[in-house]
């Protein structure tokens, strides 16, 4: 009962706050496999909030297209940090030397996430799909392997 009481003091004098983070051990499982699937994924929700009809809706299409935008949403957030985990984690300052560019590269993939949340267009999805897919071929390079 003292122990309790203890930590009931200890928590209100110094309160703490719930962290989330990725796993910083440095397992060394890394994969743009996911960021790819998400980029994908956003591109067919695209595909078909576009292909939705534009006049005489019915409630089951306003639920598609609720749902369809949903999950654009969803993935172009987790397209951004599957690459983010990727640049923070996966990628050291050597790779620089064979990818002079991979800041930049990253930088504009993760804007093309920002982007195809605001907006509903198959041009920008496809970049972004093109985008994680070089990000993709960089890793495999940088790992040493030819494996997509």
Known sequence: MMTRNLLFIISKILPTKVAYAHCDVPCGIYDPKPAQIAAQTVFKMVQLIIDLPTENKTIGDKNKFFRYVLTKEEHARKCKEEILILLTDFF??????????????????????????????????????????????????????SKK
């Open 92 to 145: 050291k300052p050597e790779h620089l030397k064979t990818f002079p560019n991979l800041h930049d590269i990253f930088w504009k993939a993760a804007k093309l996430c920002s982007i195809n949340k605001q907006e509903v267009s198959l041009e920008h999805a496809q970049e972004l799909v093109k985008a994680v897919d070089e990000i993709a071929d960089m890793f495999h390079m940088a790992k040493g392997s």
